[in-house]
T-cell receptor
Framework: DSGVTQTPKHLITATGQRVTLRCSPRSGDLSVYWYQQSLDQGLQFLIQ???????AKGNILERFSAQQFPDLHSELNLSSLELGDSALYFC???????????????FGPGTRLTVL | ELKVEQNPLFLSMQEGKNYTIYCNYSTTSDRLYWYRQDPGKSLESLFV?????AVKQEGRLMASLDTKARLSTLHITAAVHDLSATYFC????????????FGQGTRLTINP
């Protein structure tokens, strides 16, 4: 158990809908990362937050957004869902934002999203 | 742009054999991570390699890093069935915000 929690574990929804995925980082970690894992795209970095602020953006679609709250939990919002958004979404956390310290990330159990 | 490539992508081997997974990356970094993923599960951190020549060992797995060659290896010694999983290397991008860039993963199947 990495200490990172994600809810829900599974989500089944229809095209065009909107869903919210939730992540709580390990105690003491300030950075939260979101990743999407699909068979065709592999593991793709979506976005990073550090202590409530957006730090880095990866291959995140405009239909997707995220935020990190004062208690450091994070939510990933996916809207106007398409079939191709079906994937495993992971949250990871780390202590630092980077620079002088290394950035080992600890992954949550993931949320499996199925869009029908 | 940092790119990370693993090979092989699929590896089927017999118990008791040795093999190596390779991870090549395209730009300078001295921070490399190996993760294990079981089917449908999360990623488990295996090794953190932070300098040129770093070598880490845990059980039958040994990882090393050559930053000059931009190459890391994950060596499996006397494989056992429990090591069947997908293994990912990830390189930390040192420019700008330090995100991890993952390789494609190596699906390892160890047959009795």
């Amino acid at each position: 158990d990495s200490g990172v929690t994600q809810t829900p574990k599974h989500l089944i929804t229809a095209t065009g809908q909107r869903v919210t995925l939730r992540c709580s980082p390990r105690s003491g970690d300030l950075s939260v990362y979101w990743y999407q894992q699909s068979l065709d795209q592999g593991l793709q970095f979506l976005i990073q937050y550090y202590n409530g602020e957006e730090r880095a953006k990866g291959n995140i679609l405009e239909r997707f957004s995220a935020q990190q709250f004062p208690d450091l939990h994070s939510e990933l919002n996916l809207s106007s869902l398409e079939l191709g958004d079906s994937a495993l979404y992971f949250c990871a956390s780390s202590v630092a934002a980077g620079s002088s310290s290394y950035n080992e990330q600890f992954f949550g159990p993931g949320t499996r999203l199925t869009v029908l | 742009e940092l790119k990370v490539e693993q090979n092989p992508l699929f590896l089927s081997m017999q118990e008791g054999k040795n093999y190596t997974i390779y991870c090549n990356y395209s730009t300078t970094s001295d921070r490399l991570y190996w993760y294990r993923q079981d089917p449908g599960k999360s990623l488990e951190s295996l090794f953190v390699l932070l300098s040129n020549g770093a070598v880490k060992q845990e059980g039958r797995l040994m990882a090393s890093l050559d930053t000059k060659a931009r190459l890391s290896t994950l060596h499996i010694t006397a494989a056992v069935h429990d090591l069947s999983a997908t293994y990912f290397c990830a390189v930390e991008n040192l420019q700008g915000a330090q995100k991890l860039v993952f390789g494609q993963g190596t699906r390892l199947t160890i047959n009795p």
